[in-house]
Each structure stands twice: as C-alpha cells, then as structure tokens.
C-alpha cells in the first residue's frame, strides 16, 4: 500500500479499524474495555488533539492505565532464527526553536560589521556541525544488550561506528537516540538584495534524551553564543517507560503466535507522539504498530519521506497479531 502517511501512521490505523470492525460485527469483546482515540494533528504538537482531549475531557479516558500507539513493534531481521520487534517505551523530547539575531540594517554596498545573516549563519553552522556527547539511558542499554545476546556478540555504545554497522537498516534510528540533537531547519532574513536586513531568525528541531534535559540547553546556548536569541515555538518533555508488565507478556505472545522466532525488545523513539499528553494522566504508552518487514525494506527510512508504503502481508500479520494481543491483554 503506497502514500502519503502509509507509513506514519495510516498503517495502525487501518489494522485497528478491521480489527475492531471483526469484533464488532462477530461479538467478540476483549476482556477489558477498549478506548478508540484518533488525533489529527500529532505533527503539529496535538495542541487541538491529544492534548486538548487530555485537558478539557479527561473524563473521556477515566479508567484507562495503558495503552498502545504509533511508531513501534515493526520488525528488524537479525538471522534465520531471530525476528526483533522494536516496541517504543521511551521517547526524546523537544524544543523547537526560534533563533534571532539582531544586528544594523543598511545599504548593500557598504561594508557592515554588524550583519545579523552572518552571525546567525555562523551560529547555525556551529550548531549543525556540532557533535553531541553520547548518553545511554536505560532504553537504550535494555536494546543494546537484547541485541547483543540476539548477536552473540558485545554492542558498545561508546564506540558508535562499530556499533552501527552491525544494526543494518534500523542504524539510523538507533543512533540518534544515543545522542541529544539539534537540527537547523528553517532560515529567514532580508527582502531586498541590496538591502542588509536588521534582523535575521532560524529555526531549530531540537530533541533531548529523557533526563538529559537542563544539559541539552545549557550545551545549546554555549555553542549558539551571547548574540543569539533562543525562544521556544513548541517545547515537550521526554518519556521512559519499564517494558514490563501483563501489556508487554501480550505482545510478546501475540507475536511469537503469528511469528515463532520473534522477540519483542524495548527501544526509543527519537521523535515525539501523542503518548507525551496521555502521560500527564498517568497513562502507561507504548508505540506497538505491529508489522512483519521484509529484511531489504527501509522502513526507518520512509517516515515523513518519499514513497512510503506498507506490505500488504506485513498489515494482514498485524492485524492478526493485534487481535490476539487483545485477547491476552
């Protein structure tokens, strides 16, 4: 299935749907109470989602201690005998970022050592190139070492390039939450080319590793320097969960059911969900889309991407593994 949004997060919607639909008209209730919740606007903040559900009706979610969402439980192939199923039980949080400098406005011709385009370009430039201190939060060390028993063999953190190389097409993904980040992705400044403006901005998706927060802004502001304005446009706190519990014996039987070489192992999500508004009435997330991958596809690779798409097979496994995982949950 190709299109924009097959991959984040339109998949779980649909294995949710015609699981749900299944029960419903077959008369088949799960053994506790299920809530439906679908937010629109996640990729914006969930100000009018998630989080305005969760602070004007949060009586819509009483009773409710756990539940399962977005951008985990697809599968990473380790050999002929061992399937992992990444489920998200910690997430990095955010502070997207207006960066402004001011400096004096003048004519094009002129020299000017006071340019505002230049010092924040320098800045963002310091800031892109930066590299970030590696941290391993206790995710991070559960999935390094589920994978090193799943390897045979010792995954050191501190030693990234090794590392990586041995995690094939989820390297990516895991290795940005070994580290906070800051990405540059937006500039703006001037409405004239012969014109030096007074002003220019940027702005910055910055995530920081769960307790790694007051770190992340103090290394933020040494390397962007005095001259920088730093504001917040959207800020968000991380998360970190313990995979235990009856909720995760579910999945892990579910899919050992429909798989009977996978394992389901914990990891973080370098991004953010909408599981950051349920936390705040203590609602237990974790992201369990499940999905059975061929080895080859780049599924990391397709989120907010070009041609993202779902095997048909890899939706029908998971709506198979979701239906048992209601059952034993």
């Given at each position: 299935v190709w299109g924009r949004g097959a991959v984040d997060m339109k998949d779980m919607d649909a294995m949710t749907l015609a699981v749900v639909r299944d029960r419903l008209r077959s008369g088949r209730k799960p053994p506790r109470d299920i809530v439906l919740a679908?937010?629109?606007?996640?990729?914006?903040?969930g100000t009018y989602g998630a989080k305005h559900l969760v602070?004007?009706?949060p009586e819509l979610f009483e009773g409710v201690?756990?539940?399962?969402?977005?951008?985990?439980?697809?599968?990473f192939t380790v050999n002929e005998k061992l399937r992992l199923y990444l489920v998200e039980t910690a997430e990095k949080?955010?502070?997207w970022m207006r960066l402004t400098v001011d400096g004096t406005a003048g004519h094009g011709s002129m020299t000017n050592d006071d340019?505002?385009?230049?010092?924040?370009?320098?800045?963002?430039?310091?800031?892109?190139?930066?590299?970030?201190?590696?941290?391993?939060t206790k995710t991070v060390r559960a999935f390094l070492d589920e994978l090193s028993d799943a390897l045979g063999t010792e995954l050191d953190p501190e030693n990234m390039d090794e590392?990586?190389?041995?995690?094939?097409?989820?390297?990516?993904?895991?290795?940005?939450?070994l580290r906070n980040s800051a990405a540059p992705t937006m500039l703006g400044a001037g409405y004239k080319v012969n014109?030096?403006?007074?002003?220019?901005?940027?702005?910055?998706?910055g995530r920081f590793?769960?307790?790694?927060?007051?770190?992340?802004?103090?290394?933020?502001d040494r390397i962007l320097g005095p001259r920088v304005k730093r504001e917040d446009v959207h800020a968000d706190k991380a998360l970190e969960t313990d995979f235990d519990g009856r909720l995760v014996d579910a999945m892990q039987s579910a899919l050992r059911a429909e798989d009977p070489i996978a394992r389901a192992v914990p990891y973080m999500l370098s991004g953010g969900t909408d599981a950051k508004s349920f936390d705040d009435l203590g609602i237990r997330c974790f992201g369990f889309a499940p999905l059975k991958l061929p080895p080859e596809l780049d599924f990391a690779g397709m989120f907010h991407g070009v041609d993202e798409r779902v095997p048909v097979d890899g939706l029908k496994f998971g709506v198979r593994v979701l239906d048992r995982f209601l059952d034993a949950s």
């Open positions: 679908f937010l629109a606007d996640e990729e914006a903040g602070h004007k009706h201690t756990e539940a399962i969402g977005e951008v985990g439980g697809f599968s949080g955010m502070h340019n505002a385009i230049t010092e924040l370009c320098e800045a963002v430039a310091r800031l892109g190139r930066h590299t970030w201190p590696v941290r391993v590392t990586l190389a041995k995690l094939g097409g989820i390297a990516r993904m895991i290795g940005t939450t014109v030096i403006p007074g002003q220019a901005t940027a702005h910055v998706d590793l769960p307790g790694y927060e007051e770190e992340f802004l103090a290394d933020l």
